[in-house]
Each structure stands twice: as structure tokens, then as C-alpha cells.
């Protein structure tokens, strides 16, 4: 059997993305990263709609690593 990998934010689109390759019969293993902004309880719950294994790869502390240090710097211009 082939095994695909799906970035799963446990969204409505995540969760179709995931059906469709079960229905071709691709087992999934699927990625949710936890930040500040984003915990693993959406994605969590929704996993539970698929048959998918939901790995959660918790990057809060690189995440403010760059925030604080961006390799590219600040910028000059606002967004």
C-alpha cells in the first residue's frame, strides 16, 4: 500500500484532502504543527473523521526563534 503525508490544520479542507486519498486507497499519515497561535484540539478532534495517524509536531519554540531573530531581518517597509 502507498503512504502519503497530508499537512492537516483538522480544516474542512484538510479532512476532504485526506478522504480523497483513502478513496484511492493511500494510506495517510498526517502532520499538524502546535504554535502559539494554533493548538493540536482542532486537529485532534477532526483526525477522528479519517483514518489517518495525526502525528503533532509542537515548533512554539522555533517559532519564536524566528520571530525574535528573522533570518532575513525586519525589513525597511511596513506590510
Do not use: C, R, W
Not at 493540536?40 to 531573530?69: G, R, V, W, Y
Amino acid at each position: 500500500m502507498t503512504t502519503g503525508i497530508a499537512l492537516f490544520s483538522g480544516g474542512l479542507d484538510s479532512i476532504l484532502a485526506i478522504k480523497v486519498l483513502e478513496q484511492q486507497n493511500i494510506k495517510v499519515e498526517a502532520i499538524s504543527f502546535v504554535t502559539p497561535f494554533f493548538g493540536p484540539e482542532t486537529a485532534q478532534k477532526s483526525i477522528k473523521n479519517t483514518n489517518a495517524k495525526l502525528h503533532i509536531i509542537d515548533i512554539t519554540e522555533k517559532h519564536f526563534e524566528m520571530l525574535k531573530n528573522p533570518p532575513h531581518g525586519y525589513g525597511k517597509n511596513m506590510n
